[in-house]
């Protein structure tokens, strides 16, 4: 059952409900027809340990994309029988004797697996144990990667003991210092993404340290052309505020007290951050602090991809698979 796999992925009993309906669902969508995704190069206990839970779950088919004598060595090492998956072993690849150098063997699996998206051997992506710009550089390389009509972004869903719903948070991960016009494509991929899990309407804070405009923090400046975008129709659907303090984004008493009048305080589907160093510092302190645990997904490219830190809980590698499982175009 679903919960008893999400329980066993902590020492208490499962506490993080949102999280666990996302896998069910990923479940009942992949019970016709499992989709194939890629786990770039899992030549390590952890990555290959997530292959067999995706396995167990029914949320997908993992390929084992790398040299299969490394991934036989980590799944010696954590007792998982090879047997059950499917691997394209690059170690002979590109073509020579000898194969690839040891130091060049993930870059080249984070190629194969590229290429695989590519002609739709697979629908999506994870990274196992490579560093994720040896999965990334394969990603958006032009002439052979996975560029969509997007810009590429990543989003992470987090369940958060104090918050009554799923909330989402872009970009803490891929776009370091976004300008107004990657912000744009940043809150379009994760209204998308929202919209594809069922909510028609996401209520979305774009954050800045002050919730006026103020001409010496850029962030509230296009915070307000966000905010006329949306007016303007840009994203169908979307409710977009901002700027919004964290504060008054995150709790509606916050917004009374400031005698803000506001439809997104204490009800946002998802938060827009300035930068990589607000998003970064303020997903871990939903982690670690605030008792959160979520799933991400980069979004943008022809297929979704799940990038994982080597920090990951094995609850948010599942959730994850779980997410791009259902932002997956339906099979017809």
């Known amino acids: 059952m679903t919960s008893a796999l999400l329980a066993e992925t902590t020492s208490a009993p499962a506490t993080h409900p949102r999280l666990d309906d996302l896998v069910r669902r990923a479940r009942e ?10 786990l770039v190069y899992p030549c390590d206990s952890a990555a290959i340990g997530a292959a067999a839970r995706i396995i167990d779950a029914q949320l997908a088919l993992p390929v ?4 299969r004598a490394a991934i036989a060595q980590a799944a010696l090492a954590a007792g998982i029988d090879i047997a059950r998956f499917e691997i394209v072993d690059t170690a002979g690849e590109p073509g020579s004797a000898g194969g690839p150098r040891a130091d060049a063997a993930p870059a080249e699996a984070a190629r194969r697996a590229v290429a695989l998206a590519r ?4 629908s999506a992506l994870m990274k ?21 009509a997007r810009r590429i972004s990543h989003v992470f869903l987090f369940d ?14 891929v776009n370091i210092a976004p300008d107004l016009r990657t912000k744009h494509e940043i809150l379009g991929n994760a209204v998308g993404l929202l919209q594809r899990l ?20 850029p962030a509230t400046l296009d915070a307000q052309a966000l905010v006329d975008a949306a007016k303007a129709g840009a994203w169908p659907g979307a409710l977009v505020e901002g700027p919004c303090g964290f504060d008054n984004a995150i709790c509606a008493k916050a917004a009374r007290i400031k005698k803000m009048e506001s439809q997104v305080s204490g ?5 827009v951050v300035p930068d990589l160093n607000a ?7 939903f982690n670690y602090v605030g008792g959160g645990e979520c799933a991400g997904l980069v979004l943008g490219a022809r297929v979704p991809i799940v990038l994982t830190s080597r920090s990951d809980s094995l609850l948010a590698r599942i959730a994850s698979v779980a997410l791009a499982v259902l932002a997956m175009p339906r099979a017809r």
């Open 29 to 38: 969508r992949a019970a016709d027809a499992p989709q194939r995704i890629a």
């Open 64 to 67: 084992l994309v790398g040299p």
């Open 119 to 122: 002609e739709g051997s697979v």
């Open 128 to 148: 196992g144990s490579l560093h994720t710009d040896e999965l990334m550089s394969a990603v958006v390389d032009r002439e052979t990667g996975l560029r969509g």
């Open 160 to 173: 958060l003991p104090r918050y009554p719903k799923l909330l989402g948070l872009a970009d803490c991960v």
């Open 198 to 217: 069922g909510i028609a309407q996401p209520k979305v804070g774009i954050l800045a340290a002050v919730e006026w405009v103020n001409p010496a923090i």
């Open 267 to 271: 009800d946002a589907d998802l938060l």
């Open 279 to 285: 998003g970064n510092m303020l997903y871990k302190s």
